[in-house]
Structure formats: C-alpha cells, structure tokens
C-alpha cells in the first residue's frame, strides 16, 4: 500500500520546486507552399489558346473571313504574324527574328515563374495576373518555334476609324491573355504602393 500523501508519481516524473515541464521541440518551418490554382488557369489559358489556333488552321484557309458577326464589328480570319504583337519586327531577318523572339521571351517567362515561386509578397490577385501572362507567353511562344510562317491571329474587331484604324490589329487568345493580365497587375501595384504611401 502507498503511505498516506504520496501521490503516486514516480521520482522521474516529478517535478521539482521551481521547475517548468519541458516545452515540445518546435520543428524548422519548412519551405512555404506556392498557390497552384494561378498556374493551372495559366495551363488551361495555354490550351484554350492551342485548341482556338489549331481550329482556325483547319477550317478556314489563310487570309479569308471565316466568320463575321454584328454587320462586320467581329471577325474569326486566318492570319500569321512572323513579328510580336501589332506585327512589330515582323521586317526582321529570320535568322535575328526567330532567336529574339524566342529566346529572349523565354528567359522572361522564366524569371517570372522564379519570382513567383520565391515571393512571399504577392497577392492572390498578382499571382492569378502572372499565371495568365505566362500562359498567354507561352502559347504565342509556341507558335513561333512549331509554325514556320508565324503566330496565328484570328480575332479582328471593327475600330471606326479611331487612331487612324478602320479595324484594330488582328490578335489571339494568348494576346488577350496577356493584355488583361498585364493591366490587372499593374492595377493592382499601383494600389498597392498608394496603400503603402498612405501608411507611411
């Protein structure tokens, strides 16, 4: 039997006058998880821009009209852009042309796709805007290194003569993509940095 008052713990598992139980070991923070959600719409940004491309290839031969809509405001046409967007360098030599246009765009891609891995800054937003413009980058970078005569562009919208254009250069999927994409980032930058200048 135990004498009266002794508690029943064992000499090791008492705790001396003065003494704290030992705290659990805390484990290192491991590496923070990267939201995948905004690269998988840049995925599917990529493919719907592939899938658009490859219809408009097969099913209306190049430089026609193959749809036409609102008394001509929009039109679905075929046409290849050797150059970048509104045809900008499509002059160039091909041996410079295809290089710059390639390569150059790649390594770009490229440090976004660090720089979103490794930034911990970015809002839900900035992430969602980079995952579209990597994926509109990467499907007109694919047109320029699998289709010899050029990006394919196939939205034409009547502009009214504002600008001097009767119609607004020819674009794609992946050009909206980045468009959009780009004017929500710099949005969002920018009133970002008005918050930071007001707490300061």
């Known amino acids: 039997m135990d004498q009266q008052g002794q508690t029943g713990t064992t000499p090791n598992e008492t705790i001396r006058a003065g003494e704290t139980s030992p705290k659990p070991k805390k484990e290192p923070p491991g590496r923070p998880k990267v939201p995948a959600l905004p690269l998988i719409i840049g995925g599917v940004v990529f493919l719907l821009d592939q899938i658009s491309k490859i219809l408009v290839v097969r099913l209306i031969p190049p430089r026609t009209v193959g749809l036409a809509l609102f008394n001509d405001f929009i039109r679905i046409i075929h046409v290849r852009n050797p150059g970048i967007a509104f045809s900008l360098g499509n002059t160039l030599p091909e041996f410079i042309r ?10 770009l ?34 047109d320029r290194i699998f289709r010899p005569l050029g990006v394919v562009d196939f939205l034409d919208f009547k502009f009214f003569g504002l600008l001097g254009m009767e119609r607004w250069p020819t674009f ?11 004017f929500l980032l710099i949005i969002s930058l920018a009133i970002e940095t008005r918050l930071r200048g007001r707490e300061k």
């Open 172 to 182: 794609n999927l992946a050009d909206s993509a980045v468009v959009v994409s780009t």
């Open 98 to 107: 295809r290089p710059v246009f390639i390569v150059l765009p790649l390594l």
């Open 109 to 142: 891609l490229g440090a976004m796709v660090v720089y979103y891995v490794r930034s911990q800054d970015l809002s839900r937003l900035q992430r969602f805007a980079l995952g579209g413009i990597l994926g509109g980058g990467l499907g007109n970078i694919a």
